[in-house]
């Protein structure tokens, strides 16, 4: 039986190379598109020091709605 679809997920890894935060991005937007294809998607990638403000000031890669 399948749950109440009211949660959601925050995460923010640091400590990566390019290479290891592109692969990240990519592996979390195919999980994103199997688990939850018609939820809302956010991602910021870039220097750990800039995340948040990236993040409030709107720089970031929206995952696809597909309706």
């Not at 009211?6 to 400590?15: K, Q, R």
């Not at 994103?32 to 910021?44: E, F, Q, V």
């Amino acid at each position: 039986m399948a749950g109440k679809k009211d949660n959601a997920v925050v995460a923010v890894i640091s400590d990566l190379t390019d290479e290891q935060a592109s692969q990240m991005t990519k592996e979390i937007m195919k999980a994103k598109k199997k688990y939850a294809p018609n939820g809302r998607g956010t991602i910021a990638s870039g220097k750990k020091q800039d995340v948040g403000g990236m993040l409030q000031a709107g720089k970031r890669k929206r995952l696809e709605r597909r309706e």
